[in-house]
């Protein structure tokens, strides 16, 4: 394997036209799952430990520590997962943010920071906690008034139903392939198959990357690596995380993906087998 050749491909669009799947008859599998990588020194869960340190006190300088380090813990959680993506939460690109205007309902829409709202467009957060993560974060932000221990200890109930949320998620979630009928029945050895979405590690442990890519005996690994400024990025994303449980909303992510790189297909026109 080591022999192969790897062509970088220079847009998404270039991929998908050179491997030309059947987009009425598309086939869509999903396998394997991967592993995130922890950016800071500190990480959710220890701030998630001091806050319920801080509550343990009982005093009004601990209700308002744990409370600030239950907002932390999402606040860490949140960036280092979007930092694992290679976004900046600081300059989120349009296309993410377009993303967002697609995919949540009106209400989620204006979910702030504009960070959160990415991580929820995702499927990152169950919708019965966005409530609450936004209670949350207002009561720290906005209200100086001393914290009730209820209102804390539902604080840090929060940030550990978000950070156990997306353990479950890493273990779930999944490589996405894109095939056709006729390729899937008919390819013979050696031929383009099918286009793999999953995470390859440039170098070394550290520096992992999102990438689509195809093998063709004749030519090797080809491949293209995602960036934030690729919508179908956040769309592959959301596939990832959302394969093991919920079907049709991933039959709808690739269609989307496919009306991105061909927009004058209508969704309808686009079937997918799962």
């Known amino acids: 394997m080591n022999d192969i050749k790897t062509v970088r491909i220079s847009?998404?669009?270039?991929?998908?036209?050179?491997?030309?799947?059947?987009?009425?008859?598309l086939i869509v599998d999903y396998s394997e799952n991967i592993n995130f990588i922890n950016y800071f020194d500190l990480k959710p869960e220890d701030y998630l430990y001091f806050a319920k340190s801080?509550?343990?006190?009982?005093?009004?300088r601990g209700l308002i520590n744990a409370l600030s380090n239950a907002k932390r813990a999402i606040d860490c959680l949140i960036e280092n997962i979007l930092k694992n993506f290679n976004i900046?939460?600081?300059?989120?690109?349009?296309?993410?943010?377009?993303?967002?205007?697609?995919?949540?309902?009106?209400?989620?829409?204006?979910?702030?920071?504009?960070?959160?709202?990415?991580?929820?467009?995702?499927?990152?957060?169950?919708?019965?906690?966005?409530?609450?993560?936004?209670?949350?974060?207002?009561?720290?932000?906005?209200?100086?008034?001393?914290?009730?221990?209820?209102?804390?200890?539902?604080?840090?109930?929060?940030?550990?139903?978000?950070?156990?949320n997306l353990k479950a998620k890493e273990v779930y979630s999944c490589g996405i392939e894109i095939s056709d009928i006729h390729r899937t029945r008919h390819t013979s050895q050696g031929g383009i198959k099918s286009i793999r979405f999953d995470y390859t590690f440039v170098g070394d442990i550290n520096n992992g990357r999102f990438n689509i890519y195809f093998y063709d005996s004749n030519k090797g690994?080809?491949?293209y690596f995602l960036n934030p400024e690729d919508k179908i990025y956040y769309y592959f994303l959301k596939a990832m995380f959302i394969a093991e449980f919920?079907?049709?909303?991933?039959?709808?992510?690739?269609?989307?993906?496919?009306?991105?790189?061909?927009p004058n297909l209508d969704l309808d026109e686009i079937n997918i087998r799962i």
């Open 11 to 25: 847009t998404a669009k270039e991929l998908f036209d050179t491997v030309s799947l059947d987009y009425k008859n």
């Open 54 to 60: 801080d509550l343990m006190k009982k005093d009004k």
């Open 88 to 164: 900046n939460i600081k300059k989120l690109p349009k296309v993410a943010l377009d993303f967002c205007e697609e995919v949540l309902d009106d209400e989620s829409k204006n979910i702030k920071p504009l960070s959160f709202r990415l991580f929820c467009a995702l499927g990152l957060s169950p919708i019965i906690l966005v409530k609450e993560v936004r209670s949350l974060r207002n009561k720290v932000e906005h209200e100086f008034n001393n914290p009730q221990k209820e209102d804390v200890l539902r604080a840090c109930e929060v940030a550990e139903l978000l950070i156990n």
């Open 221 to 223: 690994i080809c491949q």
């Open 246 to 262: 919920d079907t049709d909303e991933l039959e709808l992510c690739i269609k989307r993906i496919v009306r991105e790189i061909n």
